[in-house]
């Protein structure tokens, strides 16, 4: 559709006053057109800054608080802009009041030359420790300079003109950068911009300060199989935890406790599990060995193995990249990491796919409407195109890509957005639980959600682990280039491609021959086993191709170490007996069965589960004759274990689970297993200085 920048509509849109198809239409229509992106861009950008400056001047000066009139609320777009205007010429006064009166008592005005302020509030000549003002150059009352418009660079995604968290460029303590009216601008009154205060003495963002978040885990601890017979957990197929527990690693730290979770480093790695035989996505494998770390117990082992689905014979795609472009992005190990990533993955889609980029910083823009898969140039000259630079605004993008995703939605295909970002979220919804919630409610839409995490010192991993557990998808972390191409192009069918989805395991063990277990990892996955048979409960997601892992460590019954046995007893039950009467339809407890496993499972478009089940009896195996895939899983949780110093670690040591993973090794034809013993051995010495 054509537009006009007088269009009171382009100017709703601006202000987040439209919603639906009336938005996408808007948006699309938008992302065409370069003065309607700056128009929106530098509207929004100038309503902020009404709403701060408004507040800001109501705090600090007492005569406003009774003549400025009241920031009216968005009734519709022609009343808010008329009152905007007026509102504009009020603030902009108010404004030039206090750069003069800050500037007096300074005892001096633009046009006198580099000073210095000193405490006393007299001026010296220029030293390193006084701030500096350049000739004739405007100030804010705090004293720092403020840079004109031609000295602001551009936003390379709209393309509006924007004082960027980058650090290009100063500006003001309290956000307001002063700019040159420019013949770039649609409307004069757009000449004056916000911007993001820069952290103390230094102009980019700041990496060195470390934020990062990890949710807590409280491991599982033995339960006894007499009281607890069942154990329920949601499958997880998220490996990012062993990719940024190996960056930590590779920077010569040994990671944060919380950062370890065990059930992803051991499913990082593929097993040797054979494909299903029938009309099932995935197959179902059991097998166990006496425990390395205490040799009394036993190892089990379950593994899944989900349908390979080669690239050709992918269905219809139709994704939306949702691309963090915030000042926290700046970094080569950030947006330019996701723009080399996305490449990557462009070179594999063809004409069944479409791909949209949206991005958000402060705002949020449809940086490529969605375009077939066959049009490469065009998808990568929008991927080249994008910069990072203002804060981040997650929510207000999220809901964009899921409205472009719906627009292209492919039934019976794949409908995904793809997030990339450090989780940084530091305007528009930040509560986690809100934002969690809002993925939670998009994933009813049938489109799923792949998260990639990138970034150190600001990663907010807890944040994008529970919005891929929401979200129906998978959360990877990308650590370097070559994590991307595993993520996104090896294993791009499993990544992309879900197979089954709320997939549940449910274990019950026979007390006659198991005294206690333990579930190894799993910790943000346990279910209630009442919500085994919930389906209205969400669970986790397998791809094409995807293998899962789970490991328990049994304690026999008659073995010398029971841990479960120092748990406190609970007092005599008041009105029944202790403990559940067996069903009449159980198998006899002498039967030789160690444990019995079940399975549900979703279609990826279905709401009804399917149930599987299968036993397994003990052959009573010892470690040194176990599989190789056993013994490699076994290394790579134990040293989760000693990363993570749990309690129940044994007698295992990192030289121990280098030979472990060494004996494990096998073909390993893309070398990730070699690199896992050269970690250990790095983390190793790391231990030791």
């Not at 650590?479 to 989805?501: C, F, P, W, Y």
């Not at 021959?513 to 209205?536: H, M, P, Q, T």
């Not at 029944?576 to 079940?598: D, F, H, M």
């Not at 490699?632 to 689970?657: C, I, P, Q, R």
């Amino acid at each position: 559709m054509n537009i006009h920048l007088d269009d009171p509509k382009l100017t709703a849109y601006a202000l987040d006053e439209l919603s639906g198809a009336e938005k996408m239409e808007m948006a699309t229509a938008v992302a065409a057109s370069p003065a309607a992106q700056q128009y929106v861009a530098e509207l929004r950008e100038f309503s902020g800054l009404l709403h701060s400056e408004y507040d800001a001047e109501r705090a600090t000066l007492p005569a406003l608080r009774t003549n400025i009139l009241p920031l009216p609320q968005k009734d519709d777009p022609w009343t808010f802009s008329r009152r905007l205007a007026l509102a504009a010429t009020i603030a902009l006064a108010a404004l030039i009041g206090v750069v003069a009166i800050g500037t007096m008592k300074r005892g001096g005005l633009p046009g006198q030359g580099k000073r210095g302020l000193v405490a006393n509030g007299s001026t010296t000549s220029h030293s390193a420790e006084t701030p500096v003002f350049a000739e004739d150059e405007p100030v804010i009352a705090t004293g720092t300079p403020i840079p004109m418009a031609e000295e602001v660079g551009p936003n390379p995604v709209l393309g509006i003109n924007r004082d960027l968290i980058d650090g290009s460029g100063g500006r003001s303590a309290n956000g307001l950068a002063l700019a040159k009216s420019s013949s770039a601008a649609p409307n004069a009154m757009m000449s004056y911009q916000t911007a993001p205060a820069p952290p103390p003495l230094a102009g980019r963002y700041r990496h060195d300060f470390d934020t990062a978040e990890y949710g807590h885990i409280e491991e599982n601890p033995f339960l006894a199989a007499k009281g607890n017979p069942l154990s329920t957990f949601s499958i997880d197929v998220d490996t990012a935890s062993y990719a940024n527990v190996r960056r930590f690693i590779e920077d010569g730290a040994l990671p944060p406790k919380d950062a370890v979770r065990i059930e992803e480093i051991i499913n990082y790695f593929t097993y040797d599990y054979p494909q299903p035989t029938d009309d099932t996505p995935f197959s179902i494998n059991l097998d166990a060995a006496s425990c390395p770390w205490a040799p009394t117990h036993r190892l089990v082992r379950i593994g899944l193995k989900g349908r390979e689905m080669p690239n050709e014979k992918r269905p219809s795609s139709n994704l939306v990249f949702l691309l963090d472009v915030s000042g926290s992005m700046d970094g080569p190990n950030r947006l330019p990491l996701v723009k080399q990533a996305m490449r990557l993955l462009v070179d594999k889609l063809g004409e069944n796919d479409r791909v949209a980029i949206v991005v958000y910083a402060g705002g949020s823009g449809l940086a490529l409407p969605s375009t077939n898969g066959t049009q490469k140039e065009k998808i990568l000259s929008a991927i080249e195109d994008l910069k990072a630079g203002g804060s981040t605004n997650g929510a207000e993008g999220i809901e964009l890509a899921y409205q472009t995703a719906a627009a292209h939605f492919i039934k019976g295909g794949t409908n995904r957005v793809i997030l990339a970002t450090d989780g940084d979220f530091n305007i528009g919804v930040t509560n986690n639980g809100d934002l969690v919630r809002l993925i939670e409610e998009k994933a009813k839409s049938g489109v799923f959600l792949s998260v990639l995490g990138v970034g150190d010192n600001n990663l907010n991993d807890s944040m994008m682990q529970q919005l891929a557990d929401k979200g129906n998808g998978n959360y990877a972390y990308l650590d370097s280039i070559a994590e991307a191409r595993k993520v996104l192009v090896q294993q791009m069918s499993g990544t992309l491609v879900t197979i089954a989805k709320d997939v549940k395991i449910q274990v019950e063990f026979n007390p006659a021959r198991v005294a206690s277990y333990r579930l190894i990892g799993y910790e943000k996955r346990l279910l209630r086993k009442e919500d085994f048979n919930d389906d209205k409960v969400d669970a986790g997601e397998i791809g094409a191709g995807h293998t899962v892992t789970a490991l328990y460590e049994v304690v026999p019954v008659g073995a010398a170490n029971d841990p479960a046995s120092n748990v406190p007893a609970v007092d005599a039950l008041k009105y029944q007996a202790n403990g559940a009467k067996p069903a009449p339809s159980i198998a006899p407890q002498g039967s030789g069965e160690l444990l019995t496993v079940k399975l549900r499972y979703k279609k990826p478009d279905g709401d009804k589960s399917e149930l599987r089940e299968r036993s397994f009896v003990d052959s009573g195996a010892k470690f040194e004759n176990a599989t190789v895939d056993l013994k490699f899983a076994a290394a790579v949780a134990e040293f989760g274990m000693l990363l993570h110093d749990s309690a129940n670690k044994g007698n295992g040591t990192l030289g121990a689970v280098a030979e472990w993973a060494q004996e494990g090794k096998g073909a390993d034809a893309e070398g990730y297993r070699a690199g896992f013993i050269e970690l250990v051995r790095k983390a190793r010495a790391l231990k030791k200085s």
